[in-house]
């Protein structure tokens, strides 16, 4: 069974700072998708970036990106220029390419102004 | 284009009572799957259904049921409700089984006394 491993429960960041969230998988898989979702108080599950496996290059979106350490099983998300519209759990999400994504325990991040 | 609704947003219900959350989803998309979220952690799947006409069970089956009405919609039954079911509850579609990437509705909070 795959784990994902979160090991930061609260981060908090100075606005337009850059912060770095961990993460960490297990899995004997060599096919599969890694995700980045936000969870905003209004509770809405926002996809952030995705990364797949067989790709060496890191993903990147506007002013996120994604630290993919294949070897290392690592997939860290770093937010650059934090606005105070990044506030929200972050949550790490690993998929084999299957039915199931498998989720880590979360990161609430703060953005202070 | 609504993505993923669920209704209700809101439930409180009494111990051993029954209800039913419903989702839809206007993307076409063939895979259809319902999460729970406790507080503080990530998101656990209950039963997801790979395409219209099949279900299977998830991570944490126990005291549910789904029905995959059509391709559209996926319901999810509590038949005799437990505090343990106090949970908020997201529905989630992707285009298939193997594309990795769900897109989630906005979630249901559901408590049980």
Request: charged share 25%; no cysteine; aromatic share 6%.
């Given at each position: 069974a795959q784990t994902v491993t979160q090991s930061q429960p609260e981060m908090s960041v100075q606005e337009a700072e850059t912060v770095t969230l961990s993460c960490t998988y297990d899995t004997s898989e060599n096919n599969y998708y890694l995700f980045w979702y936000k969870q905003p108080p209004s509770r809405q599950m926002i996809l952030v970036i995705r990364q797949e496996a067989y790709k060496q290059q890191n993903a990147t979106e506007n002013r996120f990106s994604v630290n993919f350490q294949k070897a290392a099983k690592s997939f860290s998300l770093k937010i650059s220029d934090s606005q105070l519209g990044d506030t929200a759990m972050y949550f790490c999400a690993f998929n084999n390419a299957g039915n199931m994504l498998t989720f880590g325990g979360g990161t609430r991040l703060m953005v202070k102004p | 284009?609504?993505?993923v609704t669920q209704t209700p947003k809101f439930q409180v219900l009494k111990t051993g009572q029954s209800m039913t959350l419903q989702c839809a989803q206007d993307m076409n998309h063939n895979s259809m799957y319902w999460y729970r979220q406790d507080p503080g952690m990530g998101l656990r799947l209950i039963y997801y259904s790979a395409s219209e006409g099949t279900t299977d069970?998830?991570?944490?089956?126990?005291?549910?049921?789904?029905?995959?009405?059509?391709?559209?919609e996926f319901s999810l039954r509590l038949e005799s409700a437990a505090p343990s079911q106090t949970s908020v509850y997201f529905c989630a579609s992707s285009q298939g089984q193997h594309s990795g990437e769900q897109y989630f509705g906005p979630g249901t909070r559901l408590t049980v006394t």
């Open positions: - | 284009n609504a993505g069970k998830g991570e944490v089956p126990n005291g549910y049921n789904v029905s995959r009405l059509n391709k559209r």
